[in-house]
């Protein structure tokens, strides 16, 4: 079996084609599509036998796992509101459940409540599941959801989602299995943000987070800050499936090759986000499984239009054409990313607009553009950082496609510390790098409209503000997805922030661990493994 | 009678010091800490501090009165034994440093136990025997040691002993430690890279020490009466520099209570070097207080039972 493999294939490719699966290929499609990358016949079938064998398995019950994230200090909280890196996501949807949460494609499910109805995207009611109860024995009632949304608007909860929340400007309590919101202005997005996973559904009256007493898969057995936190199997819990695991374990390694080692050693069963330069390390390791999520994070170039020299037309074109988004794709990123067209909306959002082409690398188009703006020749400096992933060595890249049409960028290297309060926003030509939103009007109302506070480009247009107000207060989702096309095409062309890739979020496991798959919120499944993972026998 | 007294001055000097510089340690970690942009409340909202989220946050944790004040607050719970409250997991401090103090301790007296007699058998050897080849060995490996920098040894280890031949863990913290088998198992990494970082600075200290000391008149003298090379050394020298020697030792291992942080992040070991990286980056006063006052302690403890064993071995200030 081993002889018919080609010898350069790696978990990359593995993952390339689970993918393709996911995302609905046929295996004639896959076929077509590998032997287009000169793959045998033969070859081929066993190939996709292995990937199509880690998509569908049936899942056991039993053993216990532990897993290890990347960042992890006296700061960790189970305090839902408060969370701010993966080890509180971890917990925070071991432990408890939201209202709502986003499945593979990005769809609202339902999971504390029933049903999440509306007519006019204004006034909603939300009926909970009946007798959901919390780790303390207490059932869930309206009045535990009606408390755990309110106190985000409270400035003592120091609350991550303040802002998102504060379109909530009513909550209260129909009956015990009621809950009726009302928004200041309409958004049908309200199940998917209700699917954060800072509106973790709490007890009424919750103040002590040494322990936490949630409806999650996993009852709280050990949580020591910056150390280690134990989940046991919720035996009452109320998804009759799961959770699989009996036990779980999170601790976070900081240091990757630590954390990769430990992986290798057996001494943990997962390791989340691992650099795509260890990847060399772990492929074809046997035992080693990898999972790449392509949520949306980003590093782009940003060209301020307000400033020069953004603001001569023809600029941001030629940048546009002078990037080169496939060895961005290829060698930075190693593979691990999808082309980016210049919007924020990722390629696995249900909104993505599969029709917008990234503008072609294409020195000579650049060299007329940079030439009509009278740029040409002129010393340009481009401001990276490692702050922002990845953009020393985009920043590079451009340069060296630069030299060869005769325009002088410049890398302007800045240190990590104060990049976000110095830099990012304000040079004229510099390196951002945005984390994944689950929704295109959170991604457009923070980025691109006239009043957006990280307006990296500085675009304004009253068209844009309009159209995305509109899609907000849609019900109709097909009208919507319209919309959110046109705004794709309206910020690709016409905004100043270049997206060359959207980059993937490594997950390497034992292979013994099944059932992992993508989500919107990032990887490990956005957070929310532990419930739907199994480990095979 | 004397004597005794001039003893007992100069132990209460010692400990007087020791208390003013605390206090003067405790100050400058204050102001340093106030120095850096941003305040936990900030901190704790990352992204999404508004002003009015910044400023009710601080209302709500207590942090709108002056720093100032919280500190000589915190300094005067202190004097009554408090440690204080952790800004930001609002746990009390003893309880986060408990564990993580006595876990770092652990580590260092395993690591002392091993690397103080290897050291200074390697080194009296080394400067008995100066100019022979295990003199030049000693001398050569010390030196390899000191520039490879720990976090090298400490992955090599984890590559060769874990991921390769899988005879240790790769963590040493949350791995067996049932048996005594199983603990040393889970020692042996960070002891040993911990160990060549130690033991080479002491190594060397202590034979510049007895070497200089054998260079004396009185040394030569002894040698020219016909005493054995070993007696020489061992009863004449060493004695001699022994001060040196224990101020080398103690220097050497006030390093393992807080400057261990690259090894406790490449083995994830829970000690107090991380949990002091940690309140910096979360700007958790009442934590960077308390475990910048460990530190202190405990070198300041080193310093002195080194300097009072300096003390011990002089005859002329015993006299």
């Given amino acids: 079996m081993t002889d018919r493999l080609p010898t350069n294939w790696t978990s990359r490719d593995d993952a390339m084609v689970e993918s393709a699966i996911r995302r609905g290929a046929t295996r004639h499609d896959l076929l077509r599509m590998l032997m287009a990358s000169g793959v045998t016949l033969a070859a081929g079938g066993t190939l996709l036998g292995s990937a199509t064998r880690a998509v569908a398995a049936t899942p056991v019950s039993g053993g216990s796992l532990r897993a290890a994230g990347w960042s992890s200090s006296t700061a960790d909280t189970l305090d839902p509101a408060k969370g701010s890196n993966t080890t509180d996501y971890v917990r925070a949807c071991s432990f408890y459940n939201r209202l709502t949460f986003l499945d593979e494609t990005g769809l609202p499910q339902m999971e504390l409540a029933e049903a999440v109805e509306t007519t006019d995207a204004k006034t909603w009611q939300i009926k909970l599941k009946s007798g959901v109860a919390f780790h303390s024995g207490k059932t869930l009632d309206a009045d535990d959801v009606v408390w755990s949304l309110k106190r985000h608007l409270d400035p003592a909860t120091g609350s991550k989602v303040n802002a998102i929340a504060a379109q909530m400007a009513e909550i209260e309590a129909v009956d015990p299995l009621t809950v009726k919101i009302v928004l200041a202005e309409p958004n049908a997005d309200l199940p998917t943000i209700l699917a954060l996973h800072h509106f973790m559904i709490l007890a009424a009256g919750t103040t002590d987070f040494t322990a936490a007493n949630g409806t999650g898969a996993f009852t709280c057995e050990v949580f020591e800050p910056g150390v280690r936190s134990v989940g046991a199997k919720n035996p009452n819990y109320f998804k009759p499936e799961g959770p699989y695991l009996d036990s779980i374990e999170f601790i976070a390694i900081s240091d990757n090759n630590a954390r990769m080692n430990a992986l290798l050693s057996g001494d943990i069963g997962l390791a989340a986000k691992m650099n795509p330069r260890s990847m060399r390390m772990l492929d074809g390791k046997p035992g080693i499984a990898n999972y790449v999520t392509t949520a949306g994070n980003y590093t782009n170039l940003n060209i301020r239009l307000d400033l020069e020299p953004g603001a001569k037309a023809g600029f941001a074109e030629g940048m546009k054409h002078l990037i080169n988004r496939e060895m961005i794709q290829k060698s930075v990123l190693r593979g691990y990313a999808d082309i980016g067209n210049d919007q924020p909306v990722p390629t696995n959002n249900r909104y993505f607009n599969t029709e917008l082409e990234a503008p072609a690398f294409d020195p000579e188009r650049a060299k007329h553009a940079f030439e009509k703006a009278g740029l040409l020749g002129t010393e340009i400096p481009m401001v990276a950082s490692d702050a922002a992933a990845s953009s020393v060595d985009m920043a590079t890249i451009v340069q060296q496609a630069g030299a060869e049409i005769g325009m002088k960028l410049t890398v302007d290297r800045v240190p990590n510390d104060g990049y976000w309060s110095n830099y990012w926003l304000k040079a004229p030509v510099h390196f951002g790098h945005i984390n994944p939103r689950p929704t295109p009007d959170i991604l457009f109302s923070l980025l691109y409209a006239s009043d957006a506070p990280w307006n990296e480009s500085q675009y304004k247009s009253e068209k844009f503000d309009a159209m995305l107000k509109e899609a907000r207060g849609l019900t109709d989702e097909a009208k919507r997805k319209e919309i959110y096309w046109d705004l794709q095409a309206m910020v690709s062309n016409g905004a100043g922030t270049i997206i060359p890739a959207y980059m993937g979020n490594i997950d390497s496991f034992t292979d013994k661990l099944m059932g992992m798959k993508d989500n919107p919120l990032g990887g490990l499944m956005g957070c929310a493994f532990a419930e739907y993972v199994w480990l095979a026998a | ?319």
């Fill in chain 2, 1 to 319: 009678m004397l004597r005794s007294l001039t003893f007992y001055i100069l132990i209460a000097q010692r400990l007087g010091i020791a208390a003013v510089t605390l206090v003067i340690v405790s100050f400058a970690v204050f102001f340093a800490t106030e120095l850096l942009p941003g305040d936990v409340a900030q901190v704790l909202l990352g992204q999404a501090a508004t002003d009015e989220a910044v400023a009710g946050l601080r209302q709500a944790m207590g942090l709108d009165q002056p720093a100032i004040w919280r500190f000589l607050g915190w300094m005067g719970g202190l004097a009554t034994g408090d440690f204080g409250m952790s800004y930001v997991s609002n746990m009390p401090v003893a309880e986060l440093i408990a564990d993580r103090l006595a876990n770092s301790l652990r580590l260092a007296a395993v690591t002392t136990a091993i690397s103080v007699p290897l050291a200074l058998a390697l080194g009296i050897g080394a400067a008995m025997w100066q100019g022979s080849l295990f003199d030049r060995i000693v001398s050569i490996l010390t030196i390899s040691v000191i520039s490879v920098p720990e976090f090298m040894v400490a992955t090599l280890a984890v590559l060769v002993f874990a991921v390769w031949l899988g005879w240790l863990p790769a963590l040493s913290y949350g791995a067996e430690t049932g048996s005594i088998g199983a603990m040393l198992k889970a020692y042996a990494m960070p002891v040993i890279t911990l160990g060549f970082v130690v033991s080479a600075q002491m190594i060397r200290m202590t034979r510049a020490a007895v070497i200089e000391t054998i260079n004396t008149p009185y040394v030569e003298m002894a040698l020219l009466k016909g005493a054995s090379r070993r007696r020489m050394v061992l009863g004449h020298a060493l004695p001699n520099a022994l001060g040196p020697i224990a101020n080398a030792v103690a220097l050497s291992l006030s390093y393992l209570v807080g400057g261990v942080i690259i090894v406790e992040t490449i083995f994830n070991y829970p000690g107090v070097a991380k949990l002091m990286v940690d309140a910096v980056s979360t700007r958790d006063l009442p934590l960077i207080q308390s475990c910048a006052m460990i530190f202190c302690v405990s070198y300041l403890l080193l310093i002195t039972i080194a300097d009072l064993t300096a003390i011990l071995s002089n005859p002329r200030l015993r006299r």
